[in-house]
Antibody, heavy 122, light 107 residues
Framework: QVQLVQSGSELKKPGASVKVSCKASGYTFTDYAVIWVRQAPGQGLEWMGWINTNTGIPTYAQDFTGRFVFSLDRSVSTAYLQISSLKADDTALYYC???????????????WGQGTLVTVSS | SYELTQPSSVSVSPGQTARITCSGDVLAKKYVRWFQQKPGQAPVLLIYKDSERPSGIPDRFSGSTSGSTVTLTISGAQVEDEADYYCYSATDNNLRVFGGGTKLTVL
């Protein structure tokens, strides 16, 4: 069955970095884009960007340029989100999800990871 | 910037029809997807391509569109439908945007 399994919760100090993984199984990894979504405590969903799993090319939403990096390891069907120079307001749940037929803009976003809580506190 | 506007809250009694709207200029040209999110859980896809329902989603959930406004309709809302609902769409430059979310209360 299709699964996206994310790495566990992280507690980091301000200024540190964190790398969140999202391991896909049950489908051909390169058939779907991977999107990343942030949800701050008590807030809504925020689209961070996506990565083309065929080319490895990432695209970032305007608010997520600079300190945020998406990457892949296709050999293990895993996508990564790295955040550097962490700040307190990076504290949030981070989700990965797969999106079908990304360029058409109509496909289902049908499987999500369980979310990774990143807490930034001194 | 692209924005999708949803009401912050909607309240219905069990068995009534709940309608949650999502408005934005981009919706006149782009498809919408709808998600349900219950506390402590990841979002669940309810609708894609404006009105298509994935397998396993009850048929009381339906989507419709009219110009730059799309509507998620929950016919005969149940207490278990109490959740946050988000619309999601592509933008002109092929990025994505979520609506601000709507808290549905069923009581």
């Amino acid at each position: 069955q299709v699964q996206l399994v994310q790495s566990g919760s992280e507690l980091k100090k301000p200024g540190a970095s964190v790398k969140v993984s999202c391991k896909a199984s049950g489908y051909t990894f390169t058939d779907y884009a991977v999107i990343w979504v942030r949800q701050a405590p008590g807030q809504g969903l925020e689209w961070m960007g996506w990565i083309n799993t065929n080319t490895g090319i990432p695209t970032y939403a305007q608010d997520f340029t600079g300190r945020f990096v998406f990457s892949l390891d296709r050999s293990v069907s895993t996508a990564y989100l790295q955040i550097s120079s962490l700040k307190a307001d990076d504290t949030a749940l981070y989700y990965c999800a797969r999106e079908e037929n990304y360029y058409h803009g109509s496909g289902p976003v049908d499987y999500w990871g369980q979310g990774t809580l990143v807490t930034v506190s001194s | 910037s692209y924005e999708l506007t949803q009401p912050s809250s909607v309240s219905v009694s069990p068995g009534q029809t709940a309608r949650i709207t999502c408005s934005g200029d981009v919706l006149a040209k782009k498809y919408v997807r709808w998600f349900q999110q219950k506390p402590g859980q990841a979002p669940v896809l309810l609708i894609y391509k404006d009105s298509e329902r994935p397998s396993g989603i009850p048929d009381r959930f339906s989507g419709s569109t009219s110009g730059s406004t799309v509507t998620l309709t929950i016919s005969g809302a149940q207490v278990e439908d109490e959740a946050d609902y988000y619309c999601y769409s592509a933008t002109d430059n092929n990025l994505r945007v979520f609506g601000g979310g709507t808290k549905l209360t069923v009581l």
